[in-house]
T-cell receptor, first 111, second 115 residues
Framework: QQQVKQSPQSLIVQKGGIPIINCAYE??????FPWYQQFPGKGPALLIA?????SEKKEGRFTISFNKSAKQFSLHIMDSQPGDSATYFC??????????FGEGTQLTVNP | DGGITQSPKYLFRKEGQNVTLSCEQN?????MYWYRQDPGQGLRLIYY???????QKGDIAEGYSVSREKKESFPLTVTSAQKNPTAFYLC??????????????FGQGTRLTVV
């Protein structure tokens, strides 16, 4: 059973656009929802994370929106730049336990 | 510098050969993980360990083995039973205690190729 479903698989936007990546989960026991960014040939790095007691979190140009009742969360990238071109993964987990990752979204930001 | 070190960066395996991937962390994290990444796919969990001398199978453990004799080290052995081992392998660690200490830190990966 897939614990987290991520969409879209790929996304192309123009510089300055606002790409949105979505994830949906099933298990209401999850209490930790991070997004990771990965560049080719590198390990993923934490971008931003949210807990279910808030509906939105912003860090710089990156925003997570969280809808607990719908069991969905999304990543918005404001004023996207070519340097944001990377693969983005959502994940679900609980404190101290395993993290389960989505299948990833390959984002391309054209100049 | 604190972090996770994976070695080697590139590894070539012959058919029927066992190989071991190294993962060392100096973050004093309790939990360590091994993920496999195939082109265009997400990260699939192979094994994880939340404490020394204990580990659990993830979603795709067949053909792999691990040990956790020291807190800092979590080596992964890809055995000859793993029929399709060519992939990018990622090691991660995570603090196992504290409500907010849940960020997972990743190494730079080992690319394993069967020749």
């Amino acid at each position: 059973q897939q614990q987290v479903k991520q969409s879209p698989q790929s996304l192309i936007v123009q510089k300055g656009g606002i790409p949105i990546i979505n994830c949906a989960y099933e298990n209401t026991a999850f209490d930790y929802f991070p997004w990771y960014q990965q560049f080719p040939g590198k390990g993923p790095a934490l971008l931003i994370a949210i807990r279910p007691d808030v509906s939105e979190k912003k860090e710089g140009r990156f925003t997570i929106s969280f809808n607990k009742s719908a069991k969905q969360f999304s990543l918005h990238i404001m004023d996207s730049q070519p340097g944001d071109s990377a693969t983005y993964f959502c994940a679900v987990g609980t404190s101290g336990s395993r993290l389960t990752f989505g299948e990833g979204t390959q984002l391309t930001v054209n100049p | 510098d604190g972090g996770i070190t994976q070695s080697p960066k590139y590894l070539f395996r012959k058919e029927g050969q066992n190989v071991t991937l190294s993962c060392e962390q100096n973050l004093n994290h309790d939990a360590m993980y091994w993920y496999r990444q195939d082109p265009g796919q997400g990260l699939r969990l192979i094994y994880y360990s939340q404490i020394v001398n204990d580990f659990q199978k993830g979603d795709i453990a067949e053909g792999y083995s691990v040990s956790r004799e020291k807190k800092e080290s979590f080596p992964l052995t890809v055995t000859s039973a793993q029929k399709n081992p060519t992939a990018f392998y990622l090691c991660a660690s995570r603090s196992g205690t504290g409500r907010f200490n849940t960020e997972a830190f990743f190494g730079q990966g080992t690319r394993l190729t069967v020749v």
